[in-house]
């Protein structure tokens, strides 16, 4: 004879109705983040949890919740298998994301910018996006710096051609990560002597004739500056945040509020800021605060921006710049890694709670 289970599918989803995703800040069925739930007639349950971002630091404090609450109110279940998986939330929920936007395929676009140079906005991108892509998600980075581009270089890229399909360019790719720069299109000679608007009409190319498909996160290198050139990315590219990098340095962070600034008034989120260049460790592992201490921490701090972390001075991340080997994949167990990878679950944790609250505020 068939014999039924006695938990009921109801029991399971009233026990998971209890369980709260702590960033947020709501319950995950409310969020619509449990599928496929399965009972035998051994009471055996299993069902699937889908995160918002693949980095979820969280994953196994929910799990265990999911447990815990089910061992709790539902007393006759016996084995309780939850599968974790991902699917990374879009900002086209946010209120200047119309539905005719370039780029349906792609769900976030990040600046990564800075008003001041050589910060680290290059290597913190090309960081984030191979430390996402490393993930299991799906990663593009654009080179908007064209007049110094620096992304071929980093990926040991120097002499790659993209190709074309139809009218469009293909995106090169590498370590998981897809890339265009202006530098795999022309001699970054010929970059140096171009106009603004010029330069504009370049930047938009990127967006509408590039093959990207299907993406979680692209990623965009800024210029440095808070001139014309940036804030026509700023207005024209749907991003759905921008992250700040700086230097502890007072000087840097006199031009970083004009980049604060500009994106605040565009009204593109802040999803937090990256302290670069934070310190040194010396042989005898004390901290040498080279360019003042804490700087970054204590200007996001009181411009109301997430702190995403402080990045050491470490000789091999500039050396994985120079020789097309990103630090985190080279050095991937050193603590400036886990500095850099830590920043960079920050960032997807950012963007899943913009846009959870980007959607709340619109429904
Ligand atoms: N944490 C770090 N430790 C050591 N070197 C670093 C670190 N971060 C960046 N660098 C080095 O500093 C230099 C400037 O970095 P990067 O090119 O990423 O800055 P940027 O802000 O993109 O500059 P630009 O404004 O010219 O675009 C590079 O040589 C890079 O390798
Ligand atoms: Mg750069």
Redesign the pocket.
């Known amino acids: 004879m068939n014999r039924m289970p006695t938990v009921t599918e109801a029991q399971i989803i009233a026990a998971l109705s209890s369980v709260q995703e702590p960033d947020l800040k709501k319950d995950l069925i409310t969020l619509a983040m449990v599928e496929d739930i399965a009972l035998d007639t051994d009471n055996n349950v299993s069902f699937t949890v889908v995160l918002t971002t693949p980095a979820c630091p969280l994953k196994e404090q929910i799990k265990q919740s999911c447990i815990d609450s089910i061992r709790t109110l539902v007393p006759e279940a016996a084995a309780i298998v939850v599968n974790m998986t991902s699917k990374v939330t879009s900002s086209c929920s946010h209120h200047h994301c119309n539905h005719n936007r370039p780029l349906k395929e792609v769900k976030n676009i990040i600046a990564v910018a ?1 008003g001041k ?8 991108a090309v960081n984030l996006a191979v430390a996402l892509a490393k993930t299991g998600a799906k990663v593009g980075l654009v080179d908007a ?1 064209l007049y ?1 581009p ?1 992304i071929p270089t980093m990926f040991g890229m120097q002499n790659a051609k993209p190709e074309m399909a139809e009218k469009n360019i293909v995106p090169l790719e590498k370590y998981g990560v897809k890339l265009m720069s202006i530098g795999f299109l022309i001699e970054t000679e010929t970059a140096l002597i171009w106009r603004g608007p010029m330069a504009s009409s370049a930047i938009k190319q990127f967006i509408s004739e590039v093959e990207w498909k299907e993406l979680d996160y692209l990623i965009f ?1 800024f ?2 500056g808070t001139g014309d050139i940036q804030l026509t990315i700023t207005q024209t590219i749907p991003l759905s945040g921008a992250i700040i ?1 700086t230097t502890p340095q007072d000087v840097a962070l006199a031009d970083v509020s004009k980049a604060v600034s500009m994106f605040r008034k565009v009204n593109v989120p802040l999803l937090g800021l990256v302290e ?2 934070s310190y040194y460790e010396l042989p005898d592992g004390t901290k040498d605060f080279i360019f003042g201490h804490h700087g970054g921490e204590i200007f996001a701090r009181t411009q109301g921006i997430p702190f995403l972390g402080e ?5 091999a ?2 050396e994985g ?2 020789n097309g080997i990103p630090y985190v994949l080279g050095h991937p167990d050193s603590a400036t890694s886990n500095a850099i990878i830590r920043a960079s679950m920050e960032v997807a944790r950012r963007v899943s709670i913009t846009n959870a609250e980007h959607t709340e505020e619109h429904s």
């Open positions: 800075s140079g050589g910060v680290g906005k290059s290597t913190f710096d110094g620096s290198d210029p440095p990098v670069n260049m990045i050491p001075i470490d000789r991340v500039r710049g120079d």
